[in-house]
């Protein structure tokens, strides 16, 4: 069993599937603090988790317009400036269990609920201060002086492994490696303490505002190369199809048709969801006059949630929500998320139900708006993709007043 090494996970992190192990926080967790406490950060392994001393652990750096380096834990903790990002991580394939029902099947696991989204402040450096220390011009690259033409991509390599050897990989494009408002990062540092094991102990790549799948954990080897990560979670899991490609006309043959058509994700598009209430619960009392809405906003490419409205009549009428964003960051660098709340009054038909001794069942929903004013879409029919990525319409939350 190559799980057996696995970490110790808290019993608020909702396993939906065991090995390898994927977990999601209780939702009505994510609100009680800003920045998510590690223990209840969400866990997305694909394989087992390493076992790496951080005495031995070393960083390979090779690969166009580089000169191979190897470094230590110590040489990237004492070599180079530290920097701390706070971001927003999300799966890709967050809310995929909304995507299959009798017509839809899904050919991927695991079928997240919702809460594969979390965030914390990462410390580490600068992955473009290692390059540079490499050789590379990043400097001249982020300005554009510098363009050579076999320099496209910085591919990531992790510690894990399959029985047949093959490692978890990813790649970024090397604009956001160079960039300097980038903010890439090799962290070794999650919230103050060092990775948990889970989260890629002892160093993981940060790629803010990009999907969570690029930002490898357990980070063995970093490789600037004019190719994308050839590792099927680049080429093969995280795409984005067109509707009409399903499993049984296409993906069971690979490549499929119009693999030109279905193009990989890095920025992720806008996302919120609610929190409090939590979906199926019963709330309120005979005497309630009002009910309170707490949920999480975030959108990918650093673009800011500008605003977040509010419904519990199932997105027939809205509210805008207050915002909760307690730290700074500056345009289109704005990778963490942004809570909401907002105290909704019950219209009197409810009250007047709710006095008489009768259920009335709320159906709240949350919908954001990032500063490019593009907004969750209300339904996922037209997103309907069958890797079950980008997945971002709104979100019921049942919730039942019972006197
Ligand atoms: N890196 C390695 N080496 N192995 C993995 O399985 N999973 C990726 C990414 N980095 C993964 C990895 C995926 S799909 C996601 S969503 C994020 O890590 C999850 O990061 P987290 O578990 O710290 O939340
Ligand atoms: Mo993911």
Not at 122 to 150: F, I, Q, S, T, Y
Not at 222 to 243: C, H, L, M, N
Not at 366 to 380: H, I, R
Request: hydrophobic fraction near 35%.
């Amino acid at each position: 069993d190559m799980f057996e090494t696995d970490p110790y996970r808290d019993p608020n992190l909702l396993p939906c599937t065991k090995k390898p192990f994927c977990g999601e926080p209780r939702l009505e967790m994510l609100t009680n603090d800003y920045y998510t406490p590690n223990e209840l950060f969400y866990v997305r392994n694909h394989l087992a988790v390493p076992e790496i001393d951080p005495d031995e652990y070393v960083l390979i750096v090779k690969g166009k317009g580089v000169k191979k380096h190897k470094f230590t834990l110590q040489d990237l903790k004492t070599k180079f400036k530290k920097y701390e990002v706070s971001t927003t991580l999300q799966c890709a394939g967050n809310r995929r269990e909304d995507l299959v029902d009798e017509n839809h099947q899904i050919f991927i696991a695991p079928h997240w609920v919702v809460g594969a989204m979390s965030t914390a402040k990462w410390g580490g450096v600068r992955l473009r201060d290692v390059l540079k220390e490499c050789g590379l011009d990043a400097d001249g690259m982020a300005m554009g002086d510098v363009n050579p033409k076999d320099i496209h991509h910085v591919q990531f390599e992790g510690y894990d492994t399959d029985e047949t050897g093959q490692c978890y990989g990813g790649s970024i494009p090397i604009d956001k490696a160079v960039d300097p408002l980038g903010d890439a990062l090799l962290a070794f540092e999650m919230n103050g303490d060092p990775l948990p094991r889970d989260h890629g102990y002892p160093v993981r790549a940060i790629a803010p505002g990009h999907a969570g799948a690029r930002q490898c954990k357990w980070l063995h080897k970093v490789i600037v190369s004019d190719k994308e990560s050839q590792t099927s979670w680049q080429q093969k899991s995280y795409r984005g199809f067109a509707p009409d490609i399903t499993f049984e006309n296409q993906l069971s043959h690979w490549p499929p048709k119009r693999l030109d058509q279905a193009p990989i994700v890095q920025e992720m598009p806008v996302q919120s969801f609610v929190c409090n209430p939590p979906q199926n619960s019963v709330i309120g009392g005979k005497s309630a006059t009002d009910v309170t809405i707490k949920g999480v906003a975030w959108s990918g490419g650093g673009r800011k949630v500008e605003r977040v409205d509010v419904s519990i009549d199932g997105g027939k009428t809205w509210t805008a929500a207050e915002l909760y964003k307690p730290i700074e960051q500056r345009r289109n660098r704005h990778w963490a998320w942004t809570q909401f709340t907002q105290t909704i009054p019950l219209p009197e038909e409810i009250q007047k139900k709710l006095r008489s001794g009768q259920n009335v069942t709320l159906d709240i929903v949350s919908k954001a708006m990032n500063s490019d004013f593009n907004l969750q879409p209300e339904t996922m029919e037209p997103y309907w993709n069958a890797r079950g990525i980008c997945i971002n319409h709104w979100y019921h939350v049942k919730s039942m007043m019972d006197p």
